[in-house]
């Protein structure tokens, strides 16, 4: 009987465990979509805990149990396998289609999940009432939920590997044990004898409870490694901006120093046409002259527009409209037909159209210039949060990784000489920081580039 008490006051106090681990980690800033349904585990774990005590009670004192309380103790079981089964069926969605799936999935989706998931917690405990013990709830509930979120935190591994190997194996080994406490507890009686080991499932079934514990806090150090690369990534972009700033006057003092010796150059130039009148060899030289005064003059215009400030008031602008208009301004491109768009219904954002349009007009001409007639550009628009976001995924050569810290900088290019001046990306950097966004550029696993460029809403979408 000793054991049986200390086994129910460790199963409990290892789930109540879980659960305050889990609610005790800062969240708030993670982009992870496992983030977003994790507490729906520490509920379970929290509720499931305080449900191992209340049949530990049962046990110590069964004279004094009566019909009110196993129902109550009932219900609290279901309440805890109901959490459970929800954090199954959205961790899956979130593993399979990315850590933006929630944000993207429709409404009714969701409420349908909800509803069959009650519906289902609800027949159980129903069938379960006459009896006064959890059978149906452990088999239509337990069973299932444990088993889910088990393969949901295994497939959710690849997603975290990223951060860190250690980690991902975490996943793994948390998503196995919870694979296997689904069965112990959803499948298996509690007095059930096991063959060959001799113990009781109630024994084995704390283990795995305990290791489901151990391994989920230890994969939870992945908000850790989160926080530290968003820590990072928040002071280069500090650095990003004061370089730019600093370009920036640097640039406009330079681009006017350029102009008036190129304005004298132009003028000299066309003067000497008038002179050496029909030479063919003078005319070839002087049309190479004309040809760099002109590649000056872009530049020149280039840093002008890099380093100018905000000068127009922000309206209320349609992210989809813009995206629309800039596609039928490159219809004109080779390429064009490798470009589709995917285009959510997504609120208003405050902006500037013509600037938004150049920086979407930068992002898919790099995009195009790295992608042949086999590869596809996407460009997809999707609500998350209280932010627009647009996403430029395309199936190029990439950029190498030694470069990717240095694409916004001003004049750094990966072009050949004369095919860009290196300031289009640092253009777009200023534009959507100029609109209080975000812009992100990685490669991709599968090859090619993805680019996320975030906007805040309009406070008002009438």
């Known amino acids: 009987m000793v054991w049986v008490f200390f086994l129910h006051l460790i199963y409990g106090l290892t789930f109540f465990t879980l659960g305050v681990a889990i609610l005790s980690r800062d969240i708030r800033l993670s982009e992870l979509g496992i983030a977003r349904i994790i507490r729906l585990l520490a509920a379970f774990g929290i509720i499931h805990g305080f449900h191992e005590w209340l049949e530990l009670l049962e046990l110590l004192f069964p004279s004094d149990i009566d019909i009110n309380f196993k129902i109550f103790r009932l219900a609290v079981v279901s309440f805890s396998f109901l959490f459970l089964l929800y954090f199954g069926l959205f961790l899956n969605i979130i593993a399979l289609r990315g850590d933006q799936a929630l944000s993207t999935t429709p409404r009714i989706a ?69 694979i296997c406490y689904a069965i112990l507890s959803g499948l298996v009686p509690s007095y059930v004898i096991l063959p060959f080991l001799g113990v009781k499932v109630i024994l084995l079934r704390g283990l795995s409870a305990f290791f489901v514990m ?69 005319a070839q030289k002087v049309a ?103 996403e430029i995924t395309d199936t190029g050569h990439g950029i ?30 200023n534009i959507v920081q100029q609109h209080g966004g975000k812009i992100d550029l990685m490669n991709r696993e599968q090859g090619g580039t993805h680019v996320t460029v975030s906007f805040p809403g309009a406070a008002d979408d009438n």
């Open 288 to 390: 190479a002259i004309e040809r760099n005064i002109d590649r000056a003059s872009r530049i020149a215009k280039e840093l002008l527009h890099f380093s100018r400030e905000k000068e127009t008031a922000l309206e209320a602008t349609d992210l989809n409209q813009v995206l629309i208009s800039v596609k039928n301004l490159l219809k004109h491109q080779q390429l064009y037909s490798i470009i589709r768009l995917t285009l959510q219904d997504v609120p208003k954002i405050m902006g500037i159209p013509w600037k938004l349009e150049e920086v979407f007009i930068n992002l898919l001409m790099n995009s195009l210039d790295a992608c042949n007639k086999k590869d596809h550009i996407e460009v997809t628009t999707y609500c998350q949060d209280d932010w627009v976001v647009a």
């Open 214 to 282: 151990f391994f989920t806090i230890r994969a939870l150090s992945v908000f850790n490694f989160e926080q530290r690369e968003l820590i990072n990534e928040q002071l280069q972009r500090f650095s990003q901006s004061e370089k730019l700033a600093s370009m920036g006057i640097l640039a406009a003092g330079i681009a006017h120093e350029i102009n008036t010796p190129l304005t004298n150059i132009s003028l000299n130039v066309e003067m000497l046409k008038d002179m050496v009148g029909g030479d063919e060899k003078v």
């Open 110 to 178: 969701k409420v349908l999940i909800g509803t069959f998931s009650l519906s289902l917690v609800l027949f159980a405990a129903y069938l379960d009432l006459g009896s006064g013990k959890d059978i149906y709830t452990r088999h239509l509930v337990a069973f299932p939920g444990g088993l889910m979120s088990g393969i949901g935190l295994i497939l959710y591994s690849r997603t975290v590997r990223n951060f860190s190997s250690n980690t991902a194996v975490n996943f793994i080994l948390a998503g196995s044990c919870t």
């Open 400 to 429: 190498s990784q030694e470069h990717l810290a240095k694409v916004f900088d001003p004049f750094f290019t990966t072009k050949e000489v004369g095919k860009g001046t290196g300031l289009g990306l640092s253009v777009c950097y």
